[in-house]
């Protein structure tokens, strides 16, 4: 089974986040940076900048992490972030 990663995104005042799921978070990255859909959410509201992602060995974890972070506060989110990311800083550039 394919791995999987579970990624938070915001835009650069931090104000709306965006929880998704990939296999291939570097090109998934990629095409929320390029706007490919250009009605999607993340294009709608600049969110391209990576500020958290856990690593799944199996895809169907993720799926499941990513349901439980959708369901938890806004709060929850917040807290999960600024416990490895405290500055907010774009995961993706390193």
């Known amino acids: 089974m ?3 990663f579970v990624y938070i995104l915001t835009n ?3 104000t709306t986040l965006y929880i998704g799921v990939t296999s291939n978070l570097e090109q998934r990255i990629k095409q ?3 706007k490919i859909d250009k009605k999607s959410f993340t294009a709608r509201y600049n969110l391209d900048k ?3 992602y856990e690593a799944f060995q199996m895809i169907g974890d993720a799926i499941a992490r990513e349901k439980q972070l959708k369901a938890g506060s806004r709060s929850k989110k ?3 972030i600024e416990r490895i990311n405290t ?5 993706s550039l390193d």
């Open 50 to 52: 990576l500020v958290y």
């Open 32 to 34: 929320h940076k390029s």
């Open 2 to 4: 394919k791995p999987g």
């Open 87 to 91: 500055g907010w800083e774009d995961l």
């Open 12 to 14: 650069k005042n931090n």
């Open 78 to 80: 917040i807290a999960l």
